[in-house]
């Protein structure tokens, strides 16, 4: 392999490179060249002499030379290919030979090639594509019909597709296959997205190519002949290749089917024709009478074109197995290696050995699918299947097993017959596994095939299900050659826990110990994302083993992870779907996406997921994720949930139940039905057979007794019945596997089922019906029908859960007498409180878990600690945890206690301490410490280690061994710890020293949790914990007290810094948890043991935190807004979204600012401020500091955030959410709650988004505008949230101080940002649309517009109706118009979005309202021009056109003239006016302008906008009506001097003149032209007059001086352009502008033009200004000093200008009074040196007419 850098890419036949890596002969020396390219360059730039030396005399084609490469600014080697003709001249076309570049130069600039330059070859070589041709799709016009053939030329798609994968890729390597003159023919390996994919082959299956033969290659032909090469590029060792491979293909295949192949290939040409004869006869051959175990095929090659390629490809040569690509048929048979084996494997894949013909045949098969691996060509001619897919389940009653796959597999019923290694059967074999189970006999070769698997059995959780097949595969090094080499996994197991992950993960370890060895890692990430980003994974990662939890953690950081993934294992898949859905969504979506690839075809894809329980999660993933899944089911149970059976209870007295099944039986059916009835004994099945038999002409019955007519009722049950009929059948269980029935549609269970394999037995009668999710459109329907009596209530229990989880009705009776069952006394409370319900306030488990989930009084009530003393049960107290049991539980002693934190400390250990001093007195004598001869177990006694202690004897040594040498476990009932002792070390205790209870308590930390659902806490945090609290002092705050439990809310470790005598808090231990990454918060814990409480009678202690003193005894109060029908002024305080935002009432916002001013005055003096150890507890109200307003405010804690301490607030008062850390929380100060929270909740009414979601700047649209201010809202409706409890308002909100009050919903409505829902929207045309009976009116059509609003499938409907409305309007005669037709339109538009809509609508209100002008006051009332003025933002032409027509013609009335211009209609025609429009909406612009100008304000508008320039352009280019528009505008706006002004500096005169002369002068446009005409006139001789004899010619305004005194200072009266002086600087340019007493003045900056103007008296001074250079105009500034105006101009770029102008201007000159600081900065522009410190500036050359080198540098051109 030879590593290339692909320089151009002409097609697949001809690509150009560079040869980077490989074979010593060939690649590059980088230096070699580099130097090479040095000397050419300076050889060729200096100058010569004797340039003609170097010339060539005579240029002729395929020449050598070099030339300069303007480019690549270096000189080049080339070859002379043609001459062009150019004029005069001759260009010469040149291909570099080192860029593989073609340019055209100059003839005369071609250098001779200098012999010292062309010693190293050419660094661009040249490739094709080995083996293919180009093929592409061939059109016969005559037989209409279309096909992909081969072809002369590449099609564009594929050099495209060429050319975009190798600009992709990272890594191109190529395998060299001969050469022919100067190509090397390659195979291109291509490394994308650290996949290599072979381009050659890849082009093959996208149908770009095809396979040829070798002496079809042209490039073949010079093989021979170029020996030499080839003996030179062959000196390199080849990889290994299989001794018995005799063909490039068959390395993909198992060793069996290459031995059965092989013989095939080799046979030479009469096999092959024997061959040929065999495939063109195979419609009269059978597959059948070849070989009965062969499937069928569907498989049809008629063509003979099938047998020429295979003739032709059995010559391929052999290619080595690392670079052929893999498939995933029989991988499983690579890996036997014992004779025995492959036999066993060989009549699994029911390929006979003896028929050769048929094998090569199924090979051939295989062949064309290797050579079409892409799934999305299944449909296509290359497509072939091995076996006749089964619909059909399979089942096997003997061992109770559904299968259902379309490929057919025999189960392992040895470990022989097992798809298993032999290094893994050895380690089977030790772990006492000598055959495979029933799950493991169908699952083994499955997984061994390579198929995706789902299997559900009652040994689900057992990883050996799939672990020995998988690991098998895995040592299969030549599956994977093809998967990127990084440290990503190949395999990924994914548990549902931390335990059962470390459980695999240990069986792993132990299975490979002995094979091959595998890299395995164990990934268990918390949330900590620092923690996931240093995950680092063994080199050559084989098998990870997670959970999927950490696994989406990993998946958000390392996005590439699943990039070598080929099998994913879900252990106990029903488990991972129950509690962890989010997650196994996202991990499915990766996997699909990332081995849904082309590239991934030819690689292991495979899902596997083992499970005890089917659910109906389980549906998707098969459907969705799996590709051809083999299921199997050995729970029958379990089966019927699979196959959709339908559950059905029915409960009824035990007398009743015969006639309760004769009223439930249908019989009047149209369809066939076959009913079986399951009864428990044979005297049920005659009486019930008795009560069925008057009922149904097919009835029967069989029992035991009966054995002898068993297949007489079979011979009656499977005869074929007309449909309607009703066949029932009465037996017993015994008889079920007798019977074998499986076509059974309902199965009713008369007689309760004993155990729970009887029930899955009765189920499967129904196999035949259960659904298939393998074949599409599979909705065959059974039932199951339950009799519930009396008798067999209790016997429920054990199935109710099963009914669950079949989305069975389940009856309330029974839910009640399960209930009732559970509640029975004097059952569980003798028995341990659950610790799972301790720690969490839940049990997970609490139907399997055999501890006490329900508290009794006597039984859970605070225990005593001595003779006085009891538990306290709320307070402060000094703990030492002596034993860690868990990061959150612990047991240790309490030290002291207080009820207050103000009040004194009470010890708690008094009566301990003197314990302890009394045993050691006792045991300080001798005869005291004598050894316990009997040791009795829980017993109390004495232990003598550095101190004596008490303990319990909790188990003895089964054998009976010396006492000296034995060990006892003990439990220390002082601490809590456990230990083993030796029986010599226990004393005995007096009876004295048993009186005081034993002094451990336990401790449990509140509100905290392991991650992910985890029941335990991982053993990392366990550990930590224990290491930083162990035996140490800590302070805590009891919540509650149960037994001998208590549970902490805050456990703190203070630290005493005696050199400053104070204490700090050094940790928390909640925090520490949390922090940790693997706790989160459990808020409900408390609250959930309360409730428990409450349900025994238990007293709760008194909540004493200062929170809760204070102020929890009082009603916390909200603002609340009346339901009246009147408006409210209120101020948005926090936006959210149209459906969630908060007010604030501005009545009472004084009262709220001296609230928080008295709050933030007592927080600054700390006068109420308790302990530093206060800690918020979630839904706590407290005070936290906003930043925003850098105030202290009320609040409420929402959560706890992960990291740092941080909490999510609520202010109450504003309704903002915000992250606080704790150093800015603080308790509530007295008196803080007499103000009700003044945040409302409100929703605005009316309105729904476009689409699901609020567009993002919806936020922004409405909260930029409103904020902070004084809005006015009504109250429509009022209603209360489920979760948080809190009033919600649907208010209508409006604006008051706009003229027309708009609401905030119609104005969101306008923008398009929503839409009103149909059911309020229909409320605008209540009367009309029920009162007129004309289905064509008016109203009627806006009554069915709006009906369709809320509708998005009907918008062509609404279309289709709002284009007949605008018909009928404008065919309305004048006098049938309706007065209230104009205020629906206008109703309509409001609530319409699509453009094409509006603007019909549009039309018909401006045809409707030149028809009623008396009635265009509906118009302002229901705001129409408010709405059409916003529209004219909408950027689609006849929307605008229309617009601007309408309001040209509404501006006649007066008032609504008024209005147009209120609503900033002039804004924003001149707006559109300034952007490229099309012409007729500009046209429509101009007149929509002219009709407005009866307003004075309508000159100041204008001007404010800048549009008289646009206008004078446009006159030329416009005719009639438009150009008589425009002159109207610029006759209104003559009148003032400063728009005559700008009419003049735009040349207006001339163009008026112009005009004049070639209209008549009898028309109204020459009147309006001739007065602009005088306007102008009179302004331009008056300017004329002030300058004397000055020349008014050219731009007027713009009047320059006379030739006699432009010598004279610009400051002179006589001139118009100011005298202006420039300097600049590195940075930027200083222009000071010599105007004193100026006003009016305007200075403008674009990127290369500065405009300033000014008036001095009536003078105009005007400086257009064209730079050399580019600016930045938005740090430019034009300021005024010394009375004069200065200007200035940031450069785009540091560096010196050499003038300020493009062209120059004498008027505008260097001010030499900066010259001394202008020549040390070298900023002169007058001066440049080329030559900088020291450095010469490489210029590029040119070749002047006469030969001679010259340089850019070279200019006499002055600067200014």
């Given at each position: ?1173 206060y800690v918020p507890a979630v839904s706590d109200l407290c005070l936290a500091f906003c930043e925003t307003g850098k105030r202290w405010r009320r609040a409420k804690v929402l959560s706890v955030l992960d990291s740092k301490r941080n909490y999510k607030v609520f202010f109450v008062d504003f309704g903002i959410c915000s992250c606080v850390s704790l150093n800015n929380i603080q308790p509530l100060v007295k008196d803080a709650l007499k103000l009700p929270f003044q945040a409302i909740c409100c929703s605005l009414f009316g309105v729904e988004p476009v689409g699901k979601n609020w567009k993002p700047e919806m936020k922004e649209f409405v909260w930029m505008p409103f904020q902070d201010k004084e809005l006015q809202v009504k109250v429509v409706e009022q ?253 209104h706006l003559s009148g003032r001097p400063q728009g005559l002004n700008l009419m003049l500096s735009s040349g207006l005169a001339l163009i008026i003149e112009r005009l004049l002369a070639s209209i008549s002068s009898k028309s109204a446009l020459y009147k309006i032209a001739n007065n602009l005409k005088f306007s102008l006139t009179s302004l331009q001789n008056l300017l004329c007059l002030q300058n004397g004899a000055a020349s008014c010619e050219g731009n007027a305004g713009i009047v320059d001086a006379p030739e006699d005194r432009k010598g004279q200072s610009t400051m002179d009266h006589k001139s118009f352009h100011p005298e202006v002086k420039w300097h600049q600087k590195e940075d930027r340019l200083v222009l000071n502008v010599k105007l004193r ?124």
């Amino acid at each position: 392999m030879i590593e290339i850098f692909i320089i151009k890419v002409e097609d697949p036949g001809c690509f150009w490179g560079r040869i980077t890596n490989g074979f010593s002969d060939l690649v590059e020396n980088a230096n070699q060249y580099q130097r090479l390219e040095e000397k050419m360059n300076q050889f060729y730039h200096r100058s010569h002499e004797d340039l003609e030396e170097i010339k060539l005399p005579v240029l002729e084609q395929g020449q050598i030379c070099a030339i300069y490469c303007h480019e690549l600014r270096r000189w080049c080697r080339a070859i002379l290919e043609s001459l062009v003709s150019s004029g005069s001249s001759y260009l010469a076309e040149c291909f570099l030979v080192d860029y593989a570049k073609h340019i055209l130069v100059k003839a005369k600039d071609v250098r001779r090639a200098v012999d010292t330059f062309w010693k190293l070859p050419y660094r661009a070589k040249k490739f094709a594509l080995f083996g293919i041709q180009p093929m592409t799709l061939h059109i016969d016009v005559c037989e209409e019909k279309a096909k992909i053939g081969p072809a002369v030329r590449w099609d564009s798609a594929a050099v495209q597709y060429f050319q975009k994968m190798s600009r992709e890729s990272e890594v191109a390597e190529a395998k060299l296959q001969g050469v022919a003159g100067d190509t090397f023919a390659v195979q291109l390996y291509l490394t994308v997205n650290d996949e290599k994919v072979c381009l050659n082959d890849d082009l093959v299956a996208k149908f770009f190519a095809c396979y040829i033969s070798p002496k079809n290659q042209n490039l073949m032909k010079s093989l021979n002949s170029s020996s030499k090469v080839s003996s030179v590029l062959c000196q390199k060792k080849e990889a290994p290749v299989k001794k018995n491979i005799g063909h490039a293909a068959l390395a993909l295949w198992s060793e069996i089917v290459q031995g059965t192949a092989l013989s095939v290939l080799n046979q030479g040409s009469a096999g092959q024709e024997q061959v040929a004869q065999c495939l063109q006869s195979q419609e009269s051959l059978s597959w059948e009478s070849v070989n009965k175990q062969c499937s069928k095929t569907a498989v049809s090659l008629s063509s003979r074109k099938s047998v020429e390629s295979l003739k032709t490809f059995s010559f391929c040569p052999l290619e080595k197995q690392s670079d052929c690509k893999k498939t995933r048929f029989y991988l499983h048979d690579e890996m036997r290696k014992d004779r025995k084996t492959s036999t066993a494997m060989q009549k699994c894949d029911e390929i006979p050995a003896s028929c050769p013909v048929l094998a090569f045949k199924q090979l051939f098969y295989r062949l064309l699918q290797f050579l079409n691996p892409d799934p999305l060509n299944s449909k296509s001619g290359l497509e072939f299947h091995l076996q006749q897919p089964s619909h059909k389940m399979a089942f096997d009653p003997w061992n109770g097993v559904l299968v259902h796959s379309l490929i057919k597999l025999n189960p392992c019923r040895s470990m022989e017959m097992s798809p298993v290694s032999l290094d893994l059967k050895k380690e089977l074999c030790k772990k006492k596994i000598v055959t495979p189970n029933i799950v493991q006999a169908y699952c083994w070769p499955a997984i061994g095939r390579g198929c995706d698997l789902v299997a559900v059995s009652q040994k689900g959780d057992d990883p050996l299900l799939y672990i020995p097949p998988l690991l098998t595969f895995l040592q299969l090094p030549s599956v994977y050659s093809y998967q990127p080499r990084r440290n990503l996994p190949l395999a990924i197991i994914i548990c549902p826990g931390r335990q059962k992950a470390h459980f695999v993960c240990q069986m792993l370890m132990d299975l490979i110990r002995s094979t091959r060895p595998l890299s395995l890692s164990l990934v268990l990430v918390g949330q900590d994302p620092e923690e996931t980003k240093k995950i680092k994974f063994t080199k050559g990662c084989d098998v990870v083993v997670t959970t999927p939890h950490s696994l989406a953690r990993v998946l958000q950081l390392h996005c590439l992870f699943f990039i070598r993934l080929s099998h994913l294992v879900l252990d106990r898949v029903d488990i991972l779907f129950d509690e962890a859905m989010d997650e196994m969504a996202t991990i499915l979506q990766c996997f699909r996406e990332a081995t849904n690839v082309p590239e991934r075809g030819s690689t292991p894809q495979q899902l596997i997921a083992v499970g005890k329980h089917w659910t109906k999660r389980m549906d998707s993933l098969v459907k969705e994720n799996q590709s051809d899944p083999y299921i199997v089911i050995t729970a029958m149970a379990e089966a019927a949930l699979y196959g959709n059976v339908h559950q059905v209870v029915q409960v009824c007295l035990d007398c009743e139940k015969t006639s309760f099944l004769l009223t439930m039986l249908d019989f009047t059916s149209e369809v066939l039905q076959k009913t079986i009835v399951f009864t428990n004994c044979a005297e049920e099945v005659d009486h019930v057979f008795k009560a069925l038999g008057s009922n149904s002409n097919f009835c029967m019955k069989v029992h035991e007794g009966m054995s002898m007519q068993v297949s007489n009722v079979m011979d009656e049950w499977s005869k074929k019945f007309n449909p309607g009929t009703h066949v029932i059948l009465v037996t017993t269980d015994n008889c079920l596997k007798a019977l074998r029935i499986a076509d059974a549609t309902c199965v009713i269970h008369y007689g309760f089922p004993p155990c729970w394999e009887i029930f899955g037995a009765r189920l499967c009668c129904m196999i035949d019906n259960f659904d298939n999710l393998i074949v599409e459109g599979s909705t065959l329907q059974s039932q199951s029908i339950i009799l519930l009596t009396d008798k067999d209530a209790p016997q429920t229990a054990s199935i109710l859960h099963y009914l669950e989880r079949a989305k069975a009705k389940i009856p309330k009776e029974l839910y009640r007498f399960i209930s009732d069952l559970n509640n029975t006394d004097n059952v569980c409370y003798t028995k341990s409180l659950c610790k799972y319900l301790k720690a969490y306030g839940i049990c997970r488990d609490n139907k399997t878990c055999p501890s006490r989930h329900k508290l009794h009084q006597d039984m859970d009530k605070p225990r005593c600690l001595s003779g006085e003393k009891k538990l306290p049960g709320s307070g402060y107290i000094e703990i030492i945890p002596t034993c860690v049991s868990d990061a959150s539980s612990y047991y240790g002693r309490i030290i002291q206690h207080r009820n207050k934190w103000e009040d004194p400390p009470i010890s708690m250990e008094e009566d301990y301490l003197m314990l302890l001093k009394d045993m050691a007195d006792y045991y300080s004598e001798e005869n005291h410490r004598k050894p316990v001869e009997q040791l009795a177990v829980s017993a109390l006694y004495g232990l003598e280690e550095k101190i004596y202690s008490r303990v319990q004897l909790i188990a003895l040594p089964q054998k009976a061994e010396s006492a000296v040498l034995s060990n006892a476990r003990v439990k220390y009932i002082d601490n809590g710890q456990t230990g083993q002792v030796m029986q010599k070390q226990l004393l005995k205790l007096p009876a004295k020293f048993q009186v005081l209870p034993p002094q451990v308590v336990e401790f449990i930390i509140c509100r905290v949790k392991p991650i992910d659902n985890e029941m335990d806490w991982n053993p990392q945090v366990s550990r930590f914990i224990k290491q930083k609290i162990s035996n140490k002092s800590h302070t805590a705050k009891i919540v509650l007290a149960l037994g001998n439990t208590l549970w902490l809310n805050t456990v703190v470790h203070m630290a005493k810094l005696a050199d400053l005598k104070t204490t700090i808090l050094e940790y928390n231990i909640r925090s520490e948890i949390m922090n940790s990454g693997f706790g989160t918060d459990n808020a409900e814990h408390i609250e959930r043991l309360k409730d428990l409480c409450r349900v025994a009678e238990l007293s709760l202690p008194d909540e004493d935190s200062p929170l809760k003193q204070l102020f929890y005894g009082k009603e916390i109060k909200h603002a609340i807004l009346k339901n009246d029908g009147n408006y409210h002024s209120v101020i948005i305080s926090e936006f959210h979204s149209p459906k969630q935002f908060h007010v604030q009432l501005v009545a009472t916002r004084a009262a709220l600012c001296a609230l928080e001013n008295e709050i933030n005055q007592k927080i600054t003096e700390k006068e109420t401020l308790i302990s530093g150890t206060y800690v918020p507890a979630v839904s706590d109200l407290c005070l936290a500091f906003c930043e925003t307003g850098k105030r202290w405010r009320r609040a409420k804690v929402l959560s706890v955030l992960d990291s740092k301490r941080n909490y999510k607030v609520f202010f109450v008062d504003f309704g903002i959410c915000s992250c606080v850390s704790l150093n800015n929380i603080q308790p509530l100060v007295k008196d803080a709650l007499k103000l009700p929270f003044q945040a409302i909740c409100c929703s605005l009414f009316g309105v729904e988004p476009v689409g699901k979601n609020w567009k993002p700047e919806m936020k922004e649209f409405v909260w930029m505008p409103f904020q902070d201010k004084e809005l006015q809202v009504k109250v429509v409706e009022q209603n209360r949230k489920d979760l948080t409890n809190v009033v919600c308002y649907h208010v209508v909100v409006q604006d008051p101080s706009d003229a027309g009050s708009l609401k905030l919903s119609e104005c969101i409505i306008f923008k398009g940002q929503a839409e009103g829902p149909p059911a309020i929207l229909n409320q605008l045309f209540p009367e009309e649309a029920i009162v007129n009976s004309h289905t064509s009116s008016i109203s009627c059509l806006c009554s069915s517009v709006c009906a369709l609003l809320g509708d998005q499938n009907s918008s062509s409907l609404r279309t289709t109706i709002v284009e007949e409305l605008k018909n009928i309007v404008l065919q309305y005669p004048a006098d049938s118009a309706s007065e209230s037709d104009l205020r629906f339109l206008c109703r309509l538009l409001r609530l319409l979005t699509t453009p094409k809509e509006q603007a019909d609508v549009i039309i018909a209100m401006t045809h409707l309202a030149k028809m009623q002008v008396r009635d265009l006051d509906e118009i302002k009332k229901e705001k129409g021009i408010y709405v059409l003025v916003n529209l004219l933002q909408v950027t689609n032409a006849e929307l605008q056109e229309s617009i601007c027509v309408a309001l040209g013609i509404l501006s006649e009335n007066s008032d609504l003239c008024t209005a147009i211009i209120n609503a900033d209609a002039l804004k924003h025609l001149c707006h559109l006016l300034k952007k490229p429009v099309e012409n007729n909406v500009w046209e429509a612009i101009i007149g929509a302008l002219a009709a407005l100008l009866s307003s004075s304000r309508v000159c100041e508008e204008i001007e404010e906008q800048e549009i008289i320039c646009h206008l004078c352009t446009k006159i030329q280019s416009s005719k009639d009506k438009v150009l008589e528009n425009i002159l109207k505008v610029l006759c209104h706006l003559s009148g003032r001097p400063q728009g005559l002004n700008l009419m003049l500096s735009s040349g207006l005169a001339l163009i008026i003149e112009r005009l004049l002369a070639s209209i008549s002068s009898k028309s109204a446009l020459y009147k309006i032209a001739n007065n602009l005409k005088f306007s102008l006139t009179s302004l331009q001789n008056l300017l004329c007059l002030q300058n004397g004899a000055a020349s008014c010619e050219g731009n007027a305004g713009i009047v320059d001086a006379p030739e006699d005194r432009k010598g004279q200072s610009t400051m002179d009266h006589k001139s118009f352009h100011p005298e202006v002086k420039w300097h600049q600087k590195e940075d930027r340019l200083v222009l000071n502008v010599k105007l004193r007493n100026f006003t009016e003045h305007s200075c403008k900056f674009s990127h290369c033009r500065v405009v300033f103007s000014a008036f001095v008296g009536i003078k105009l001074y005007l400086a257009d200004l064209e730079l050399q250079g580019s600016i930045l105009e938005e740090k430019c500034s034009c300021v005024t000093k010394n009375e004069e105006p200065v200007i200035t101009l940031f450069k785009e770029e540091k560096g010196e200008w050499s003038s300020l102008l493009k062209f120059k201007n004498p008027n505008v000159t260097f001010d030499f009074t900066y010259f001394n600081e202008a020549t040390d900065d070298v900023s002169l522009p007058i001066f440049s040196d080329f030559r900088r410190k020291g450095q010469l500036i490489i210029m590029e050359p040119s070749i002047d007419e006469c030969g001679g080198f010259t340089s850019a540098n070279d200019s006499s051109e002055e600067d200014y």
